[in-house]
């Protein structure tokens, strides 16, 4: 059994600081924390909550170590700002779940992730990064497109806004975009068909596919878009639905596309990707999330293994063997270099 630190940044925390609902949109609640350290100390392990990564630093300089840290702080600043715990307790070769912090912050940047899906040879909708509103103006992409910040999660710069139909509306929606949030525009051909959400569990080759569900709008909801509010009230907006592959090819090959861009990318121990069809009915991919959320009732990850059967604890304990081979035993320390 191990010694295991808690990463984690509480929403609630962030909200008293000041910063906004939407900026802190992809941070946790209580009851989450509360869930994996119950379910890891149900395995017999050792949690000590640690908390944020300017915590961490602090109960390292104070000399804490840990055997395993499960690792699900998320950050709030930067655009590769989910890499900042990874890279601290790399420096300390202090092993932990999910990805290292350079598949962190590619998969962030969503221009990034897709430039390595595509080489790799999965499908994913033709795109370009905007940096600047001029930049917009030259794009060769044909309409409808779908705009986006290239480095958000939970929807955010996302509504029905985002599917523009034309030069003008293109323009608009990436000078907003860029003014809002301070990154580029990620600007990709819209898929009109089938959107899905696909768990994956495990690293490299040992890694595979634990479902899928189909995202449904319901009618009141923001229309053909899984937008941040839809997502933000998804309990009452968006149906969720788990679907076999056995029961349907379109599901079978959807899986097969995460499965291999998971593997291209190179991400760890547990996650989703998020998978829509074009007007053919041909699943692509549109990103991944190598630190999904897990909260029991509310995450997608957790609802995928609840419609399986599988229990909350089994997942986290899945995610603590897959790191677990990371760890190594007698490995020396790395120590402060000495300065004169």
Partial sequence: MFRIGLTYDLRSEYLAAGYSEEETAELDRPETIDAIAGALESWGHRVDRIGSARR???RLAGGDRWD???NFAEGIYGQA????VPCILDVFGIPYTFSDPLVMAVCLDKGLAKLVVRQAGAPTPDFA???QVEQAEELRLEFPLFVKPVAEGTGKGVSPASIVQDQPSLLARCEELLSRFHQPVLVESYLPGREFTVGVV???QDSRVLGSLEIRLRSHAEPN???YLNK???EDRVDYIFIRP???PVVQEAEAVALAAWRALGCRDAGRLDIRCDAQGRPQFLEANPLAGLHPTHSDLPMICTARGIPYRTLIGWIIESAAHRIQTGRPVPQPVQTV
């Fill in 56 to 58: 961490l630093v602090e």
């Fill in 225 to 227: 878009v899984y937008s």
């Fill in 232 to 234: 933000e009230y998804c």
């Fill in 129 to 131: 990064v905007v940096q």
């Fill in 202 to 204: 495990g690293t490299g």
């Fill in 81 to 84: 700002r989910e890499s900042q």
């Fill in 68 to 70: 395993l840290v499960f």
């Fill in 246 to 248: 056995e029961d349907d």
